[in-house]
């Protein structure tokens, strides 16, 4: 098996009770049978919560919320798991959020997800270009994966065009963000028509710089994000703030002279969209809709921070707190992520 993961991941380690939330918050914690049957056994009083705090969810075993958080939280935002049966005693889900992994036939992609408030730092601290490491390993292919290799392998060539586009730093995000719209709905105009001969053109054409005169970013549909289901308050009263803002030139001018240099950022987070979507269109051919949500995630999440930085001024903080309450709102709800999905396949801009 061929792993691959983001260069930043192995910095990655969970900062417990410094961390601004909690994974352990608004979603149900999913447990694996093996540790499922484990915390039934376990006596005294932690075996005693830990029996009463499991249920169960679409048929999996799970903790159930109390007043939103993981029953197995203590005082200070810690796992009593952890702290009292060891790391080892961690259920699948527990251990390796907010790793996890995506298959490609021999190919495993470890991604880490920004819901996490240290992921998103650590995507978006280094200036560096986002890079990627990759190691051979010994473990046999799951054998689970039924893809159409040509398909997989001109997705794989088309990312990598993506990623050029991004991280052309010559002009501005913008632009950028532009030329790969334009990328993916040539690409996908072409794999309707079943035109798969023409894919490979379309990819050169745009590695090589030969975009389409006039592009232009076009302003995303704000009423898409009413659709969403929300996940706590908190993201409803920032929706509510970005939604009812109408930013003046002057705000403009002030965000932008304050955030220019941080600009990179931005560059981050469609090469993390790009990394963990793409290739998922193998299964279903929807290349357009992921690198709208690519681009329009970044959008979104500018004009959030428009928002507050009119009423708050500019805060890297406020940044990351964006980030990885926008992951948990979008990309960790299923039906919040394909009701996006669903939509993005139409036009929109």
Not at 146 to 164: C, E, H, M, N, Q
Request: aromatic residues 10%; glycine residues 4%.
């Amino acid at each position: 098996m061929r792993e691959r993961r983001p260069f930043y991941m192995t910095k990655f380690r969970c900062i417990g009770g410094d961390c601004p939330d909690t994974c352990c918050r608004d979603w149900e914690v999913v447990l694996d049978e093996e540790s499922a049957a484990f915390y039934r056994t376990v006596p005294g009083e932690l075996g005693d919560l830990l029996r009463a705090s499991m249920t169960e969810l679409d048929g999996e075993p799970c903790f159930y919320l109390k007043d939103g958080l993981c029953p197995l939280l203590n005082a200070q935002g810690l796992c009593r798991i952890q702290l009292e049966l060891g790391e080892e005693r961690l259920s699948c889900s527990c251990d390796l959020h907010p790793r996890f992994a995506e298959e490609y036939g021999s190919l495993r992609e470890w991604v880490v997800s920004m819901a996490c408030p240290e992921a998103a730092r650590l995507l978006l601290s280094d200036p560096a270009p986002v890079a990627f490491v990759e190691e051979q390993t010994d473990e046999p292919v799951s054998g689970c994966n039924d893809l159409d290799p040509r398909l997989f392998f001109s997705l794989v060539s088309l990312r990598k065009t993506a990623y050029g586009i991004v991280q052309d730093r010559s002009v501005d995000w913008q632009t950028r963000s532009a030329r790969l719209l334009s990328l993916a709905e040539a690409y996908q105009r072409n794999l309707d028509q079943h035109r798969l001969a023409r894919l490979d053109g379309v990819i050169q054409r745009y590695a090589e710089g030969r975009y389409p005169q006039n592009l232009s970013l076009g302003t995303p549909d704000w009423s898409l994000l009413d659709t969403l289901e929300p996940i706590n308050d908190t993201w409803n009263t920032l929706w509510r703030q970005t939604r009812d803002f109408v930013p003046t030139a002057e705000v403009e001018t002030a965000y932008h002279q304050a955030t220019a240099s941080w600009d990179y950022q931005w560059e981050h987070l469609l090469m993390y969209f790009l990394y963990r979507y793409v290739l998922k269109a193998v299964n279903d051919r929807q290349v357009l809709p992921r690198i709208r949500l690519a681009v329009y995630s970044v959008l979104w999440l500018r004009c959030m921070e428009l928002a507050q930085f009119a009423h708050h001024g500019w805060r890297m903080e406020t940044r990351m707190d964006l980030l990885h309450r926008y992951s948990r709102q979008v990309e960790h709800s299923a039906d919040n992520l394909q009701k996006l999905h669903t939509i993005l396949t139409k036009t929109v801009i």
